[in-house]
């Protein structure tokens, strides 16, 4: 490249006779000759060309099964010293969808009353748990958990949008004022509870919900105050619950709240043949060792321990697994004292009872108890009231086939997560 200069007046349709040429390098690189006082006139038109469009294209498969061709653009121009530059520009995808071909948008998988539901954001609160599950050495248990949790989330997220949609819908007009009102109220003493300034109550909400804005939160608080309300009034007086209700459930428990009494027998048996046996544990007996230093003594683990017997209505006589003479022995047992030796056909025999335990009777007139009971049979009856409304939710709101939403999220999941490991 090179300029024209001239020391006197500047022409711009044609070139003075005094001019002489100067490499633009020397301007570029700062290296002005002393004797030039230089005045551009003329740049050569291949230094003014804009620079060139270089596209080359290359067909690419994508997991779908289709192609799509991959256009790369450069942008190539020559700089003042002479050298060539080039700068690619971003990728473009051109690409024909074939009739009746799904094609993935951003991670889409549906949507719920009109509000899209995207993977990466549904996942990206539950993106550490899932990888920790991921990472476990049994591939098969971590699979059933990752889909159980993603299954569970999805049914909740469902659920939940639902019950919010619907307590939005049933806020008539005229109140609509009472609830901003509300919501005003609500932040400010948010605010005042947080520090006392906006700037505070921000910094305290990011401290405790990461990416979470004063406005988010507010929203938060209001659906959750919403949802509980309606499902107060539109379950709770389905859960009603009768005194017979308490009855029947305390009799289908009656063994739970009036427990059997339960003995501990022990019991060491020697042979007649090992005379020697036979002469010691008399001795120690006789020496006024206890059952279990006997026992110890002879190596029978746990003291001398042969059995438990839950003692059923009818006494000792209505075990059906003894026989009437150990049934006898039983019955005449007392705490830490020992029976024996009695003979058998083979053994020389000594028994004692261990412990024996009541625990005392419950019944259905105890106050606790009764709470316990009406507590119980109520979850149970909100949890089946709750399922029931939901259902009825979904057949009036959601026109989107919820579990292919569920089975592409858990899809989405496995691949990135799992497979990744």
Known sequence: MCVMWVAGCMSTDRTPKDAVEVESVAFSKGNVPKYVNPIIVQIPDADLEPPKVEITDASVDVPNGNQVTIQKTAMVSTAPDGT???QNAPQQIDAQLPTNQRWPVDSLVGQVNGKPLYASEFLKTREDRIITIAASPDRVKARDQ???MISEAFDQYVNNLLVISEAEALIPAD?????LAWLKDLQEKEIANRGGSRADAQRSIEEEFPGTTIEEFMNRQKNQALAGDLLRRRIQPRTIVSWRDVER????NSATYNPLPTIRIGRIAVLKTDQAQVDKVKAEFAAGKSFSQVATDLGMSDGGFWREIIVPAGGIDAVGDLVDEIKAKIKALALDKVDGPFESKTQWIWMTL????QEPPRSIFNTALQLQLRRQIENQRYGVEQQRY???????????????????LISVALNRYFRQQ
Do not use: C
Not at 249 to 252: I, K, R, T, V
């Open 84 to 86: 060539t530059m080039t």
């Open 146 to 148: 990752v889909v159980q």
């Open 175 to 179: 109140a609509q004022e009472g609830v």
């Open 249 to 252: 459930l305390y009799d289908a």
């Open 354 to 357: 261990i412990s024996a335990q």
């Open 390 to 408: 939901f259902a009825g939710l979904r057949t009036r709101w959601v026109a989107s086939d919820l579990e292919s939403m569920k089975f592409r």
